[in-house]
């Protein structure tokens, strides 16, 4: 018996099931609030030059507001004041409309900038003048927070393969709320972005933990309902935000509020079981038996727990193996495993960076900023509900495939979309990002199926180390405008594009048993097929036929 088919014994997906997704969707809520929180705290309000240094108490300042800005302010070719530049003195003459200053000398801001706060009370961008020549500073605040996503992931990953899901939940737990604290009370912009370092570090710990986690509490047949299942904390994180920023509009008040939900689940914490697969594959089979059988009361079927000894379930994982310990390095050790690590990082990369690029640019429709971030989230809802569905009946691999191109397609059709059509390119935007988010949930489900449970941490780990990279790239790409306006939406076409076709040469995972150790891999995957009434039987036959011998039972399960 495998251990996939205990956990189908005592229902795979009942009471006990949920409640572990329960408990954990109160810390997940927080991960979308601080993933996107960049829209929010690191906004560029519109701004002008400060004006002060030019009232010398004549003619200028007996001037309206509107007029000191004509006779002070550059304006760029579609009429719009410059934000960065101003006359050195007042260009009176433009008041009278006249064309014959347009070639007047012009110079950088010399007194700082004036900011509309009609929107946002403050931000990281007004706070410490972080615009026009410190626009790539703003940028930075994104991408060094992901930097830091990128270095805790493999950390974290190697911490709970060796000391458990449970413990290093707890860990990034509290060490997020600390960076995020310290964070919003920051007195200067290195402090700001140091902490933001770390807190995307801590935070990259509930990314992946909570993940895996929670799809290892189900059996097979449940895997794409709890995937999916799983990643709507995400929608429901990006909505809360939206909430939260709407009526919160100062930056470091805003932190706290987006961080509050991991105070709730430090005390949520104590009812959390560990993973009974890790402790199985780890060596420890008593606590894992007295966790099934936990599981199985609450999902009232204690039933087939009577006959299920703890040596059983060691023997369902072939946990004689388990003492070693496994690294990074055992993820290119052999052939289908190394070929494994290197498709799924280049994925990887190509979801996360094209899903960042198009999440972080939510001011260039003309739309509100609260009502774009809404629409964002609001097609994640029926975009998952489609991968379902589709997951279900048709599989991983070509749902992948097929959101990763059609994202590359939706981006390449808004290039040409001419600016006065704002509304047909922001439909076709969130198109863009409803199947962007779709690539999202399935490539974390797709990672657990296809990495074995000694490696799986690591390989998640690995993956998302892989996509911090190109998340934290994601921002700075847009600085690119200023050689060609069209140029970030190019490369991430490009990108989205290529991930899709290196995807199309990934195995196919639906209804495969999770491989356990490396070895699972390295033999043909169709061994291991249970999707079929058909190849069920014939597992079962051969497993009762070698009942009479323990010694030829073993030899059998390795040969399957």
Known sequence: MKFDNVLSEINGCGKYQIMIILIQSISRLSLPCHFLLNNFIAAMPSHHCNLSGLDNGSIFGNLTQEQRLVVSIPQQEDGVPNSCEMFPEPQYQLLSNSSSMTNAATVQCQNGWVYDHSTFTSTVATEWDLVCNGKAMNKATATLYFIGVMCGAPLFGFLSDRFGRRTMLMVSYLSSMAFATMSAFSTSYLMFVIMRFFTGFALAGISIISFVLNVEWFDIHHRTFAGVIVSLDWTLGNWLLVGIAYFVRDWRRLILAATSPLLLSVFAWRWLPESARWLVASGQA??????????????????????????????????????????????????????????????????????????????????????????????????????????????????????????????????????????????????????SEG??????????????????????????????????????????????????????????????????????????????????????????????????????????????????????????
């Open 286 to 435: 008593e606590k894992a038996h007295g966790l099934l059988r936990q599981c199985a009361h609450i999902n009232k079927r204690s039933m087939p727990m009577a006959d299920i000894t703890p040596e059983m379930l060691v023997k369902s994982v072939t946990a004689e193996r388990s003492h070693k310990k496994y690294t990074l390095i055992d993820l290119v050790r052999t052939p289908n495993i190394r070929k494994l690590t290197i498709c799924t990082g280049i994925v990887w990369f190509g979801v996360a960076f094209t899903y960042y690029g198009i999440s972080l640019n939510i001011t260039g429709f003309g739309l509100n900023i609260y009502l774009t971030q809404f629409l964002y989230a609001f097609i994640e809802m029926p975009g998952k509900i489609g991968v379902f569905y589709f997951l279900k009946k048709i599989g991983r691999k070509p749902g992948q495939v097929w959101t990763l191109l059609l994202t590359g397609l939706c981006l390449l059709i808004s290039m040409w979309i001419p600016k006065d059509m704002r509304e047909f390119s922001a439909i076709v935007s969130i198109i863009g990002k409803g199947l």
């Open 439 to 560: 690539s999202f949930t399935i490539i974390y489900l797709y990672t657990i199926e296809l990495f074995p449970t000694v490696v799986r941490q690591n390989g998640l780990g690995y993956t998302a180390f892989v996509a911090r990279l190109g998340v934290s790239i994601a921002p700075l790409i847009f600085l690119l405008e200023d050689v060609w306006q069209r140029l970030p939406a190019v490369i991430y076409c490009m990108v989205a594009i290529g991930s899709g076709l290196v995807a199309s040469l990934l195995p196919e995972t639906l209804n495969i048993c999770l491989p356990e150790f490396i070895e699972d891999i390295e033999k043909p995957r169709a061994e291991s097929k249970l999707g079929r009434n058909q190849t069920e039987g014939q597992h079962l036959n051969k497993e009762n036929f070698s009942d009479e011998n323990d010694e030829e039972k073993m030899n059998l399960r390795e040969a399957l």
